[in-house]
């Protein structure tokens, strides 16, 4: 299965892709919007952990670009903005589930468990 | 900005350590920077603030307290770049999570990071700089919150 994480935060890709592992996953990476969109089309992943706030092109934008070009793709937003207006966009938007940051293992563990069981 | 501004920022300092670390952090009692106030560490990185209130958030720390929890949040790499890129993190996380008590009007920007032990850096002249200390485990870093509510904001408009 082939899962795309999007971050401006290099550590937390790293973090990601560290805990998601690589033997059930094929995992790519992008910083920004606009770099994700890139990635996408030619990688063309069924997962996508997206950031909201980056450089460039924000996540929301990029989540309405991603669902535009595929419907059926699976996006777990995850995010330091702690309003409850903010996860009602994403989901509003076709996100699947919010994870809010700082977040353990386990938590993001629980998340895609449950973005993979819909 | 109130008191009970502050409160949120001291708050989401204690609850962002108690989640990436099994040793909770002590958050000190807010005070007001002054000018001789040398409080700028090895990495820092500076959140702008805009919509209902406007002004800065800064996080710096020391080198050793960054690896040290990059260590913790199981990163191997400790470089520099590793370690600027976790300040801006903290940054982030902890501005962006002030929104759970601030509202969706409390307008966040990516992370600007600084290297180095920058003693110029340039605060607003309209809004008092109240300064954060935490400790953790031995290593002492310190936020900066230095916001203003914007005149026309739901905020001013609430407390009149």
């Given at each position: 299965m082939k899962l795309l994480i999007v971050d401006d935060s290099n550590v937390i890709r790293r973090a990601i892709a560290r805990e998601i592992g690589s033997s059930r996953y094929e995992i790519r990476s992008a910083g920004n919007g606009t770099e994700a969109l890139a990635v996408f089309d030619e990688f063309a992943p069924e997962i996508v952990t997206m950031d909201i706030?980056?450089?460039?092109?924000?996540g929301l934008s990029c989540v309405d670009a991603i669902l535009n070009r595929r419907p059926d793709t699976k996006i777990l937003v995850i995010s330091a903005l702690a309003d409850k207006a903010t996860a009602v966009e994403a989901i509003k938007r076709g996100a699947q589930g919010f994870l809010l940051k700082p977040f353990t293992a386990e938590m993001l563990h629980t998340e895609l468990a449950e973005l993979l069981a819909e | 900005m109130s008191e009970d501004d502050l409160k949120v920022f001291v708050h989401g300092a204690a609850r962002f350590f108690s989640k990436i670390s099994p040793t909770p952090a002590e958050v000190g009692t807010p005070f007001l920077r002054d000018e001789s106030d040398r409080v700028m560490s090895d990495f820092s990185a500076v959140i702008g603030i805009s919509g209902n209130q406007r002004g800065c958030v800064y996080y710096t720390a020391p080198r050793d307290m960054v690896q040290a929890l990059a260590e913790i949040f199981g990163e191997s790499d400790l470089s520099d770049d590793i370690c600027a890129d976790f300040v801006g993190e903290i940054a982030n996380t902890i501005s962006g999570n002030a929104r759970l008590e601030l509202g969706p009007g409390f307008l966040i920007s990516v992370p600007v990071v600084i290297r180095g032990r920058a003693e110029d850096v340039h605060f607003p002249d309209d809004a008092p700089a109240f300064v954060i200390p935490i400790s953790w485990t031995g290593h002492r870093s310190t936020l900066i919150i230095c916001l203003s509510d914007q005149p026309h904001s739901r905020r001013m408009a609430a407390a009149q």
């Amino acid at each position: 299965m082939k899962l795309l994480i999007v971050d401006d935060s290099n550590v937390i890709r790293r973090a990601i892709a560290r805990e998601i592992g690589s033997s059930r996953y094929e995992i790519r990476s992008a910083g920004n919007g606009t770099e994700a969109l890139a990635v996408f089309d030619e990688f063309a992943p069924e997962i996508v952990t997206m950031d909201i706030t980056m450089p460039e092109l924000d996540g929301l934008s990029c989540v309405d670009a991603i669902l535009n070009r595929r419907p059926d793709t699976k996006i777990l937003v995850i995010s330091a903005l702690a309003d409850k207006a903010t996860a009602v966009e994403a989901i509003k938007r076709g996100a699947q589930g919010f994870l809010l940051k700082p977040f353990t293992a386990e938590m993001l563990h629980t998340e895609l468990a449950e973005l993979l069981a819909e | 900005m109130s008191e009970d501004d502050l409160k949120v920022f001291v708050h989401g300092a204690a609850r962002f350590f108690s989640k990436i670390s099994p040793t909770p952090a002590e958050v000190g009692t807010p005070f007001l920077r002054d000018e001789s106030d040398r409080v700028m560490s090895d990495f820092s990185a500076v959140i702008g603030i805009s919509g209902n209130q406007r002004g800065c958030v800064y996080y710096t720390a020391p080198r050793d307290m960054v690896q040290a929890l990059a260590e913790i949040f199981g990163e191997s790499d400790l470089s520099d770049d590793i370690c600027a890129d976790f300040v801006g993190e903290i940054a982030n996380t902890i501005s962006g999570n002030a929104r759970l008590e601030l509202g969706p009007g409390f307008l966040i920007s990516v992370p600007v990071v600084i290297r180095g032990r920058a003693e110029d850096v340039h605060f607003p002249d309209d809004a008092p700089a109240f300064v954060i200390p935490i400790s953790w485990t031995g290593h002492r870093s310190t936020l900066i919150i230095c916001l203003s509510d914007q005149p026309h904001s739901r905020r001013m408009a609430a407390a009149q």
